[in-house]
């Protein structure tokens, strides 16, 4: 029910913003208009009313097809295919939409606009479709560019990126996880590397339904390990940072049959979390990123190391485990492992593992 619920609400914000874009996209189209005579006057919509419509139904089409292409898309190994996958959606999108249009006149009216099948038809034919096309391949374009950055930079990293949040050092107050498979060289050599990167394609794809669900946001992946950060209070709420690894644990166990067929294996992780501040900034000239620098994060990947010498799958430091009691109450599930001096500090810190 909680996966239900998780994938509603991330389909119902896709449409709502895939929405608001292609209303905006067709209120500039309005605005620039030269004149209502002009050929270069590519619709010639007379109020908002029909210009809302319009992008709403411009929205849910792309978007509706977009979603069923990036799908599809996932099994295209040919670049010239996914190009050819891309005009489809676009070239589709703007013959359902003036499909739709026709058949919505009692909804709203435009002049000039097809009263009749044959008027229709001939509309698909005239300059005033392949203008609207044109500007379908413009719009589309562009947001399959932007929502492949997003995915590449993370969830709301884009927007702080382009507004240039991070080009000077910023402190934040933030909780790290660092988690990766348990055993992997004796898997790689068994599996085959081929065999391996599908293994691990297929355990960070079962990882989704996790990080959404708990808010996280993937920082970094590196090999057959992946970095999951919060903003402090986001990862305490509900004991997200705890939570993320209980839930992608279950997940993998529901899967357990599909992974022993394919691979011969459960896989099993282990993860390490810490706390603390840190410095996020910009960083890169030829390649850019988002970029964490501090103790907070050397010291949540010096925890994960321990797993293995206490056979543990999850270790978390006192101090996180401290800020979690504060929100969430006495959390049992922990039990005192011991004080540890980490390679390559001073200081000693308590950790505590999580008792299954």
């Known amino acids: 029910m909680n996966n239900l619920k998780i994938s509603i609400s991330f389909v119902s914000t896709y449409f709502i913003t895939i929405v608001l874009i292609w209303i905006v996209a067709f209120f500039f189209l309005t605005v620039f208009q030269v004149d209502e005579t002009s050929t270069l006057s590519i619709t010639k919509m007379q109020n908002l009313k029909n210009t809302l419509w319009s992008g709403m139904i411009a929205g849910v089409i792309w978007g509706s097809i977009f979603r069923i292409a990036r799908y599809f898309r996932r099994f295209l190994y040919n670049y010239l295919l996914t190009v050819l996958l891309s005009i489809f959606v676009n070239i589709s999108s703007a013959y359902l939409l003036i499909y739709s249009m026709y058949h919505m006149g009692d909804v709203f009216s435009m002049e000039g606009f097809p009263e009749t099948f044959s008027q229709l038809l001939d509309l698909y034919n005239s300059q005033l ?4 096309l044109a500007y379908f391949f413009i719009v589309g374009a562009l947001i399959e560019i932007f929502h492949d950055i997003d995915r590449k930079f993370g969830k709301g990293v884009l927007i702080k990126f382009l507004l240039g949040r991070y080009y000077k050092p910023k402190e934040e107050e933030r909780i790290f996880m660092f988690m990766d498979l348990k055993s992997s060289t004796y898997y790689a050599e068994k599996l085959g590397h081929f065999k391996y990167s599908r293994l691990i394609q297929d355990c960070f794809k079962d990882l989704t339904y996790s990080v959404k669900k708990n808010q996280a946001q993937i920082y970094q992946y590196i090999g057959d390990e992946v970095v999951l950060t ?7 709420v509900e004991k997200r940072c705890v939570q993320l690894f209980i839930d ?9 049959a599909y992974y022993y067929s394919e691979y011969g294996m459960l896989p099993i992780f282990k993860a390490g979390v810490h706390s603390g501040k840190v410095m996020v900034a910009e960083i890169g000239e030829l390649k850019s990123e988002i970029a964490y620098h501090g103790d907070a994060i050397n010291t949540a990947a010096r925890i994960q190391g321990l797993c ?13 485990l401290t800020e979690l009691k504060g929100y969430n109450g006495h959390m049992k599930q922990f039990k005192h492992l011991k004080q540890v001096v980490l390679k390559g500090k001073e200081i000693p810190i308590e950790i505590y593992t999580f008792n299954e």
């Open 129 to 132: 479709f392949y203008a609207i």
């Open 230 to 236: 919060w903003k402090m209070k986001d990862g305490l």
């Open 248 to 256: 992608f644990t279950e997940t993998l166990e529901r899967k357990k």
């Open 308 to 320: 293995n010498t206490y056979d543990s799958r999850l270790l978390i430091s006192l101090d996180l």
